[in-house]
């Protein structure tokens, strides 16, 4: 195990065990800022897996990213022509996007998936949840997990990338909590059917496979 991964189960053992299980986004960026600590996914590259995607052109449409961390993905669909709005749990993380990319055109914002703005239900073209769910307990999972597909507007498209099994090496503590199938075709509520859902081999992580799924309403 790295010692950022380190670092990432620690504090959510901690979040969880207070009864807080999403509090440990923000105490890892905050100890990041500190010096105290690595964030797993602050890696410079957009996410291979979503550059491999044939994504619709993006002029003209909204896109929304799901915990955007300091904004890699959420730069990049900006960059193929999306208006996209980021969000994060963290407010350490949305500083670190912002400080990153100060004359990007993305709009990073503080928000919780659990409880999302209204006015974002049905609002987006495309919206991307990458690896988000699987950093959650099976608690909460469900929740978020029906959450995430409200986004998504008439015609528009849910990206879903997820952990599909476990490091070869893992006693199966977390996170990430890899996602099950029947996790992922939960994602095809509040209207959403599914258009493909598949397996890929995970590219630069411990994690052997992928979930790469896509949905529509």
């Known amino acids: 195990?790295?010692?950022?991964?380190?670092?990432?189960?620690?504090l959510a053992a901690a979040s969880l065990a207070a009864g807080d299980p999403t509090g440990w986004f923000e105490h890892l960026y905050a100890q990041a800022r500190d010096g105290r600590a690595e964030v797993p996914w602050d890696v410079a590259a957009p996410s291979t897996h979503l550059r491999a995607l044939d994504l619709p052109d993006g002029v003209?449409?909204?896109?929304?990213?799901?915990?955007?961390?300091?904004?890699?993905?959420?730069?990049?669909?900006?960059?193929?022509?999306?208006?996209v709005t980021a969000f994060d749990i963290s407010a350490t993380a949305i500083d670190l996007a912002r400080a990153r990319h100060p004359s990007s055109p993305v709009d990073y914002v503080v928000?919780?998936?659990?409880?999302?703005?209204?006015a974002w239900r049905h609002g987006f073209d495309l919206v991307l949840e990458s690896n988000n769910v699987q950093a959650l307990p099976t608690e909460i999972?469900?929740?978020?997990?029906?959450?995430?597909?409200?986004?998504?507007?008439?015609?528009?498209?849910?990206?879903?990338?997820?952990?599909?099994?476990?490091r070869v090496d893992s006693d199966g503590s977390g996170p990430p909590w890899p996602l099950s199938r029947a996790e992922i075709d939960g994602f095809a509520a509040d209207g959403l059917r599914p258009i493909s859902i598949t397996q890929v081999e995970a590219v630069?992580?411990?994690?052997?496979?992928?979930?790469?799924?896509?949905?529509?309403?």
């Open 60 to 83: 003209g449409r909204r896109a929304l990213v799901v915990g955007c961390g300091p904004g890699r993905d959420a730069e990049y669909l900006g960059e193929l022509g999306y208006a």
């Open 141 to 166: 999972r469900a929740r978020a997990i029906a959450v995430a597909g409200t986004f998504v507007a008439p015609g528009g498209l849910l990206v879903v990338l997820a952990a599909a099994t476990g």
């Open 111 to 118: 928000a919780d998936l659990l409880d999302p703005p209204a």
């Open 204 to 217: 630069g992580t411990t994690l052997p496979t992928r979930w790469q799924a896509l949905f529509t309403r």
């Open 1 to 10: 195990m790295t010692a950022s991964a380190a670092d990432a189960r620690r």
